[in-house]
């Protein structure tokens, strides 16, 4: 009875002192080899696991360069980093570009033409999209001109819908794609040049040029003899065609004037001046080939109007 509370009063390291000396702690030789052998076993695993992770490291690492490598060389990873670096000195401008008044007017007579890549057919009559179309090349445009500091209208009119809706024929496609050109005009006095966006139905080996390894598809620029602004729109096109020959050698086509007096359609160039139709590229390019090639015609707007200050 007096030992057990005498060891009650103990405190915690005394009763472990007391343990200590009671039961010298001296282990087996068959204890020591045991627990070494278990440790030695234990780092291998260890080792083993830090080799496995180091080696699936080294796997991921190569297998994420060889996408990135791909991307690069052969996804248009140049073009993506090439934009990005040209207009890195250009980005601040964009948030202001909106605020300034615009200069260029954007729009597709024939809204729908679209590529064989994109409609699913081989048959250019029937090359039409009601999304994957000419309306993104205008969009293009229009965005390239932005990042160059050129506030632009890009009017996304559905003229092919409202044709069906009022039952008019194809060939009055400008009649109705003029109605939103003219009150841009009347409303935007700052509007110094125009564009309507086609694409041609030539083969391929027609609108595409390879220039500096990409394929870019060709342009030409269409005039209207039947306008009251013929002279100065012909004179607006040799402009654009002579820039782009200088930069980019054999991606114009040239100034094309349509001439057929009697029923020769305007496509609304008798509006305003500087009014000119682009057909970039045909049926067999690409959406991509086109942006290419847009973002050119940006290059050149933006020095003709730099030109004129």
Same mark, same amino acid.
């Given at each position: 009875m007096m030992q057990r509370r005498f060891l009650e009063m103990q405190t915690d390291k005394?009763?472990?002192?007391?343990?200590k000396e009671t039961y010298p702690l001296n282990p087996s030789?068959?204890?020591v080899l045991?627990? &070494? /052998?278990?440790?030695r076993q234990t780092a291998r695993k260890l080792n083993r696991k830090r080799r496995i992770k180091k080696f699936s490291f080294a796997s991921i690492s190569i297998v994420i360069?060889?996408?990135a490598m791909s991307w690069f060389f052969f996804f248009g990873g140049t073009d993506v980093l090439n934009n990005n670096h040209k207009n890195l000195g250009k980005g601040y401008m964009s948030s202001s570009v909106n605020e300034q008044e615009p200069l260029v007017y954007i729009y597709q007579s024939h809204n729908t033409e679209s590529f064989f890549s994109e409609s699913k057919t081989?048959?250019?009559?029937?090359?039409?999209?009601?999304?994957? /179309?000419?309306?993104?090349?205008?969009?293009?445009?229009?965005?390239?001109?932005?990042?160059?500091?050129?506030? &632009?209208?890009?009017d996304e009119t559905n003229?092919?819908?409202?044709?069906?809706?009022?039952?008019?024929?194809?060939?009055? &496609?400008?009649?109705? &794609?003029?109605?939103?050109?003219?009150?841009?005009?009347? /409303?935007?006095?700052?509007?110094?040049m125009v564009f309507d966006i086609h694409r041609d139905s030539r083969k391929r080996s027609d609108t595409t040029i390879e220039l500096n390894g990409k394929d870019y598809s060709r342009i030409a620029f269409i005039v209207s003899s039947s306008s009251i602004n013929s002279d100065e729109n012909v004179k607006f096109a040799e402009i654009l065609h002579e820039k782009i020959e200088k930069k980019y050698p054999g991606l114009s086509r040239g100034v094309i004037v349509k001439q057929n007096l009697k029923k020769q359609n305007t496509y609304n160039?008798?509006?305003?001046? /500087?009014?000119?139709?682009?057909?970039?590229?045909?049926?067999?390019?690409?959406?991509?080939?086109?942006?290419?090639?847009?973002?050119?015609?940006?290059?050149?707007?933006?020095?003709i109007l730099k030109d004129e200050k």
């Open positions: 005394e009763l472990f002192d007391l343990i030789t068959d204890f045991d627990t &070494s /052998n278990k440790l360069c060889a996408i081989k048959e250019p009559n029937n090359a039409f999209h009601e999304t994957k /179309n000419i309306t993104l090349v205008g969009e293009r445009l229009c965005q390239s001109l932005k990042k160059s500091g050129i506030n &632009s209208i890009h003229i092919t819908k409202i044709l069906i809706e009022k039952g008019l024929p194809f060939s009055d &496609s400008y009649k109705v &794609s003029r109605k939103p050109l003219e009150d841009a005009i009347v /409303n935007n006095k700052s509007i110094k160039q008798d509006v305003i001046e /500087n009014s000119v139709l682009l057909e970039i590229g045909g049926v067999e390019n690409t959406l991509q080939e086109e942006y290419r090639t847009v973002d050119v015609i940006a290059e050149v707007i933006e020095e």
